[in-house]
C-alpha cells in the first residue's frame, strides 16, 4: 500500500506502489485510485474521450505513471506524450509479457506431460531433459511439486524399469522422497 510522510508545510507525499512483471492487475487498480484521488482519472480513463485534458493536470498524471514503474520501462514510454498513452503502452507491454509467460509455460507444461523415456534412451538424458522441462516451467513463476515430478518420472520410464518403478510407488514414500533418490533407485536396477 502507499506509504505516507508529512512534509514540513503538513502536506502528505504518497509513494506509489510499484509495478512488477506479474503484478499488472493489482498494479493498475491501485494507481487508478490514486489518480482518482488526485483528480488525476480522467486522464487515463475519459468520460469523453474527445475532451481535452489540462496539460498540467496531464504531466502530473503521466508523472504518477513514470514514479510507478521499473527503471527499464521509462524507455519504452518515452514516445508517449500524454499520461492516456503511456497508461495504454504500459497495459500492452505488460499483459503482452504475461500472456507470452502464460503461453510458454503451457507449452512447457504439454511438453512435460506427453514426454516419455524410450528404450533406446539413456536414464540420465532422460532425467535431465524432465528436469530441465521442470525447471523451465518454474522459471516462468509456475508451481511444479516433486510429488507430481516423481510420480511423472516413474509414469514415463519403459517396461525395463517397470517393475522398479512400482516398487518404488508401492513402497517408497513418495511424499517425502527426492527426484534424486528415485534416479538414483532407476539407475541402480539399470545397472
Not at 498524471?61 to 498513452?85: C, D, F, G, H, W
Not at 532422460?126 to 516413474?154: D, S
Not at 520410464?157 to 517425502?176: D, M, W
Amino acid at each position: 500500500m502507499a506509504q505516507s510522510s508529512k512534509h514540513k508545510q503538513g502536506q502528505i507525499g504518497l509513494s506509489f506502489p510499484m509495478l512488477t512483471k506479474t503484478n499488472y492487475t493489482a498494479w493498475a487498480m491501485k494507481i487508478r485510485v490514486f489518480m482518482q484521488a488526485h483528480s488525476r482519472r480522467e486522464t487515463i480513463d475519459p468520460r469523453d474521450p474527445k475532451a481535452a485534458v489540462e496539460d498540467k493536470i496531464d504531466k502530473r498524471a503521466l508523472a504518477m505513471i513514470y514514479q510507478s514503474i521499473p527503471e527499464e520501462l521509462p524507455l519504452t514510454l518515452v514516445e508517449r506524450k500524454t499520461a492516456k498513452n503511456a497508461w495504454e503502452a504500459t497495459k500492452t507491454v505488460s499483459l503482452g509479457a504475461t500472456k507470452v509467460k502464460q503461453a510458454k509455460a503451457q507449452t512447457l507444461k504439454s511438453e512435460f506431460e506427453s514426454i516419455n523415456m524410450k528404450d533406446t534412451d539413456q536414464l540420465d538424458d532422460f532425467c535431465m531433459k524432465l528436469n530441465g522441462l521442470v525447471a523451465r516451467i518454474r522459471a516462468l513463476g509456475k508451481t511444479i511439486g516433486e510429488e507430481y515430478v516423481l510420480k511423472k518420472m516413474l509414469r514415463a520410464v519403459p517396461a525395463k524399469f517397470l517393475k522398479i518403478a512400482s516398487a518404488i510407488e508401492q513402497f517408497g514414500n513418495i511424499e517425502t522422497m527426492s527426484v534424486e533418490e528415485v534416479i538414483g533407485s532407476l539407475k541402480a536396477h539399470e545397472e
